[in-house]
């Protein structure tokens, strides 16, 4: 079917969606949760397809294997989100004018949201639970590298939506081709919103050539800065916890940003990424401490390309600063303002990276890992928004709505 047919069906479905109750958007939910458990086994027959097209060393490798224990965590999300409130329908505003006219303002669906992914997917049964949560329609534009999980996945959904007698074209999975992802970024008047999840590439690309609106989210080239307050005990955990919990993900720490008087310390604060083998590059000052004291193999000399990189594999830079307002320079020149933490017991220096720094998390004494919807209590996510414009950080059911004004009288009309 013609991607523009396929997307005026999605269109049409979406205004069914405002008449179904939370009660029944939450019960599809459910037993999506139970469908997805009950057909992991087929699932991830379909994933090991695409698995085998790609190279286990590819950093993406990770995002893009399932696994019988991670499609129990997502079935976990998509109940998490069935029994979250719903959003819509919250009145955010009302007024009664002197006239006797009231303005209510309520929030709403968006009605048709456009996703463009690379090979996560996780993101196509964690968006279409938010979705339908939300009350909007999805178009998914899926990457070659996940298109028979994608296909297995949107399968399994529509036959949970067939079962509650609901129009499945409020799901649609285009082809995973570069006409789809050309057609989709210039649906106007079938498509409200796009939302690019994956690399700084990617996400480029869908700013720079769509003609709707964008959300970007994604890419995250995350610092923790050890400062000379720092406890080590916490900054070890921390940075450990960082860079090697899942390096494939966006939260994951890029490059550790040290103050000079805790040098000495390099060499214990980094001592826990020796087991998983995390390569360091690190700068002039840094790489003299850790040379003898972290294995010859794994320890580089930094270069300019060692910052403001987004390994998203088992390698992290290390940048050493003079000062702490050296480090917010460091950090402010290479952020692409995801998250970013500091160590240290210092209340003032705390105070001041909280007020300081532009990011959309920002951490005291805690590691970037928990940039995730589900660790913020938002059930699932859509992404991580980068940007500030209507949504920032972890995007869940609240930054999927929109709103608008319900005007009610009693024959009220404008004098002339």
């Known amino acids: 079917m013609e991607v523009k047919k396929q997307l005026d069906l999605t269109l049409k479905a979406s205004r069914s969606l405002a008449l179904l109750s939370k009660d029944k958007i939450d019960e599809i939910l459910l037993d999506l949760a139970d469908a997805a458990e009950e057909h992991a086994e087929a699932i991830l027959v379909e994933n090991q397809k695409d698995l085998n097209r790609m190279d286990p060393a590819d950093p993406k490798y990770d995002r893009l294997k399932l696994s019988t224990e991670r499609i129990a965590g997502i ?7 069935s029994s979250l409130p719903s959003p819509l329908g919250r009145i955010l505003s009302k007024i009664t004018r002197p006239n006797g006219m009231v303005i209510q303002k309520v929030s709403v669906a968006f009605g048709v949201i456009g996703i463009i992914y690379e090979a996560r997917p996780n993101v196509t049964f964690d968006v279409f639970s938010l979705c339908l949560k939300s009350g909007n329609a999805c178009v998914l534009k899926g990457g070659s590298d996940a298109i028979d999980s994608n296909t297995a996945i949107v399968k ?6 067939e ?6 074209n409020i799901l649609t999975l285009l082809p995973a081709d570069r006409a789809a992802t050309a057609e989709i970024l210039n649906a106007r008047g079938y498509v409200d919103l796009i939302i690019p999840r994956g690399s700084q590439g990617l996400i480029n690309y869908v700013r720079e050539n769509a003609t709707i609106p964008v959300i970007e989210t994604g890419a995250g080239i995350c610092h923790t800065y050890f400062d000379e307050y720092g406890d080590l005990d916490k900054g070890q955990a921390i940075v450990e916890n960082a860079k090697t919990r899942r390096p494939s ?6 490059c550790l940003v040290i103050h000079e008087s805790r040098l000495n310390d390099l060499p214990e604060l980094c001592a826990g990424l020796i087991n998983s083998k995390v390569v360091i ?3 002039e000052k840094a790489y003299p401490l850790l ?12 270069s300019e390309e060692s910052f403001g990189t987004e390994f998203l594999d088992f390698k992290m830079s290390i940048k050493t600063v003079p000062s702490f307002l050296d480090a917010l320079d460091h950090i402010a020149a290479y952020s692409s303002k995801h998250s970013e933490a500091i160590v240290s017991d210092s209340e003032e220096r705390l105070d001041l990276f909280r007020k300081m720094v532009d990011a959309s998390s920002v951490y005291c004494n805690v590691s970037t890992a928990f940039t995730d919807g589900a660790q913020f209590g938002l059930g699932a996510e859509i992404g991580i928004s980068t940007q500030k414009l209507h949504a920032r950080g972890p995007m869940a059911l609240e930054e999927l709505t929109s709103y608008k004004y319900l005007i009610d009288g009693d024959g009220q009309v404008r004098p002339k």
């Open 156 to 161: 399994v959904i529509h036959q949970v939506l």
């Open 249 to 254: 993900v966006c939260n994951a720490l890029d």
């Open 281 to 283: 590059y690190a700068d």
């Open 291 to 302: 040379n003898g004291h972290y294995p010859t193999e794994l320890l580089e000399k930094a």
């Open 163 to 168: 079962k509650h007698g609901v129009d499945q």
């Open 75 to 81: 079935a976990a999300d998509i109940r998490n989100v």
